[in-house]
């Protein structure tokens, strides 16, 4: 599965944003994925997952302010994001869940990322 992350931004602490994930392959709609997030010095952490029959999960630090989501007509997965706070400041990703294992050091399993700041 190739992912590609989008819709991060600037937003002032207490705004909102929706993160975007677009997949390709055929397979989205039967695996489990996950938003994910890096902040600068940090390991890069599972913020909130979705199985690929909609139960979600996030970690305490999200509960309540955001959503994860996904259309499997359209092979997205979205983040609706909330109340956002200088603390939620970190590269974002989409993956699968768990992660894959990267066996191929010349493959970029993670892609970019879309880059969430959130000013205080």
């Known amino acids: 599965v190739q992912l590609q992350a989008s819709g991060g931004g600037l937003v002032q602490a207490g705004g909102s944003l929706r993160l975007s994930c677009a997949a390709s392959?055929?397979?989205?709609?039967?695996?489990?994925m996950g938003w994910y997030r890096q902040a600068p010095g940090k390991q890069r952490e599972l913020v909130a997952s979705i199985t690929s029959g909609g139960i979600r999960n996030y970690i305490d630090s999200v509960k309540g302010r955001f959503t994860i989501s996904r259309d499997n007509a359209k092979n997205t997965l979205y983040f609706e994001m909330n109340s956002l706070k200088p603390e939620d400041t970190a590269v974002y990703y989409c993956n699968t869940v768990p992660p894959p294992i990267e066996t191929d050091l010349t493959y970029d399993y993670w892609g970019q990322g879309t880059q969430l700041t959130v000013s205080s």
């Open positions: 392959g055929s397979i989205f709609s039967i695996i489990d």
